[in-house]
């Protein structure tokens, strides 16, 4: 059981917007920097977002990320069927001295 | 651009040691803004931290592993490993090196991955 809590799923039709959550607490989102994951099946998974709402060069400018308390966001803006994959926020928890992932979400495209 | 590669055995005894290795290429283990990271991922299951270390020798540890891991740098083959002792069939997994990015905040380049499965 992860100290970060994602939902298992979410999805949407093509063109959508969809937000995932990343649920923490002061310990860990509320203090720390976020980064988001995309992970297809059998393949490593690959940088999205960094410190909470920066993109990597070459990542679409349809995802963003964003923080708010001790909860993390990451949306998908016009939901393409390519974008069916799991995603996983990380961050360092303090009282954990570590980093943690969220247990992923799996988007679907409708 | 810094690119991993791990290699190690890819059956494993339980209560044997697992060994794996990350060879870095295009970047030193001995420089740079890097944290040269492991983490797994279980059949079917989410991501696990194992753990880090930096260029100088401190590292850090998932504490739910902390008893059974080692991390460690060999900078003449530019080169880090890992090592998980008294393994049982909860540690198969695929396992990821990884460089977390100390300006990044974040674990901005993986390995393929390489499949470890604990049995006998």
């Known amino acids: 059981q992860s100290v970060l809590t994602q939902p298992p799923s979410a999805s949407g039709t093509p063109g959508q917007r969809v937000t995932i959550s990343c649920s923490g607490s002061?310990?860990?989102?509320?203090?720390?920097?976020v980064s988001w994951y995309q992970q297809f099946p059998g393949t490593a998974p690959k940088l999205l977002i960094y410190?909470?709402?920066q993109r990597p060069s070459g990542v679409p400018d349809r995802f963003s990320g964003s923080k708010s308390g001790t909860s993390a966001f990451m949306a998908i803006s016009g939901l393409r069927s390519e974008d069916e994959a799991d995603y996983y926020c990380?961050?360092?928890?303090?009282?954990?001295?570590?980093?943690?992932f969220g247990g992923g979400t799996k988007v679907t495209a409708l | 651009q810094v690119q991993l590669q791990e290699s190690g055995p890819g059956l494993v005894k339980p209560s044997e040691t697992l060994s794996l290795t990350c060879t870095v290429s295009?970047?030193?283990?001995?420089?740079?803004?890097?944290?040269w990271s492991w983490i797994r991922q279980p059949p079917g299951k989410g991501l696990e931290y194992i753990g880090y270390?930096?260029?100088?020798?401190?590292?850090n540890y998932n504490p739910s592993l902390k008893s059974r891991v080692t991390i460690s740098v060999d900078t003449t083959k530019n080169q880090f490993s890992l090592k998980l002792s008294s393994v049982t069939a909860a540690d198969t997994a695929v396992y990821y090196c990884?460089?977390?990015?100390?300006?990044?905040?974040?674990?901005?380049?993986w390995g393929r991955g390489t499949m470890v499965t604990v049995s006998s």
């Open positions: 295009g970047g030193s283990v001995s420089s740079g803004p890097y944290y």
């Open positions: 990380a961050v360092w928890d303090d009282s954990l001295s570590g980093r943690v």
């Open positions: 990884a460089t977390y990015n100390r300006v990044n905040n974040a674990f901005d380049i």
């Open positions: 002061s310990s860990n989102i509320g203090s720390n920097y």
């Open positions: 270390i930096f260029h100088i020798g401190s590292t």
């Open positions: 410190r909470d709402d």
